[in-house]
């Protein structure tokens, strides 16, 4: 498996701009998230999803930030307009989520997605 | 309170010797924990999952979780400078499969 796919790796935007990340999750994994990291705020949980379904948002910077899961295979997230203050690496990750206490949940991260908005 | 709570660092230890990174957690009802690990530039690789209270080892690593006290520690025995990383601690609440990063602890080994 060629692992989780990041793209773009590297944008460079101006203020204002819209940005739309691209993710595409292991084969057979059924859940998907989306991380933000920066050095003064660590890694951020934005987003995640069950079976393409949007579980939990809650750390959604704001309405500008919107992610969406059209199937298993695919996932966006998108800033519109962008801000200086969303340069941040974004990290998609997938696991296969089975039951609660089971051993999985493991998340496998894709190269992540570097963002510099000017 | 943070829900996954680390000491950023930086911890030096020397080459050969024992390292010890700590981490607490507040959702008592958390089942599953990860350490990962992160090199500069690069993204978090699962170096450990831990599920029942006790110790679980592999290799050079050994994961300890105490649930009654929220707490869990990686150690990693005979370090090696490749070993300089930050690590990061993670934790799949009682809620579905959120999982919560802490900050992260940098670790640098010292030839």
């Known amino acids: 498996d060629a692992g989780v796919i990041q793209s773009p790796r590297h944008e460079v935007t101006e203020m204002g701009q819209e940005v739309t990340l691209r993710c595409k999750p292991i084969?057979?994994?059924?859940?998907l998230f989306w991380y933000r990291q920066t050095m003064m705020r660590g890694l951020e949980l934005l987003i995640y999803?069950?079976?393409?379904?949007?579980?939990?948002d809650s750390g959604m910077p704001e309405d500008r930030f919107s992610a969406k899961m059209p199937n298993a295979s695919f996932s966006t997230l998108k800033i519109q307009p962008s801000e200086p203050r969303d340069s941040a690496v974004y990290f998609c990750?997938?696991?296969?989520?089975?039951?609660?206490?089971?051993?999985?949940?493991?998340?496998?991260f894709g190269a992540g997605s570097r963002l510099t908005v000017l | 309170q943070k829900e996954v709570e680390q000491n950023s660092g930086p911890l030096s230890v020397p080459e050969g010797a024992i390292a010890s990174l700590n981490c607490t957690y507040s959702?008592?009802?958390?089942?599953?924990f990860f350490w990962y690990r992160q090199y500069s530039g690069k993204s978090p690789e699962l170096i450990m999952s831990?599920?029942?209270?006790g110790d679980k080892e592999d290799g050079r690593f050994t994961a300890q979780l105490n649930k009654a006290s929220q707490y869990v520690s990686l150690l990693i025995r005979d370090s090696q400078p490749s070993d300089s990383a930050t690590y990061l601690c993670?934790?799949?609440?009682?809620?579905?499969?959120?999982?919560?990063f802490g900050s992260g602890t940098r670790l640098s080994i010292r030839p």
């Open positions: 990750a997938s696991s296969l989520v089975l039951a609660p206490s089971s051993g999985a949940n493991v998340l496998t």
């Open positions: 084969s057979g994994h059924n859940s």
């Open positions: 999803f069950n079976n393409n379904v949007p579980i939990d």
């Open positions: 959702d008592r009802g958390s089942q599953s």
């Open positions: 831990i599920y029942s209270n």
């Open positions: 993670a934790v799949r609440g009682s809620s579905a499969s959120k999982i919560i």
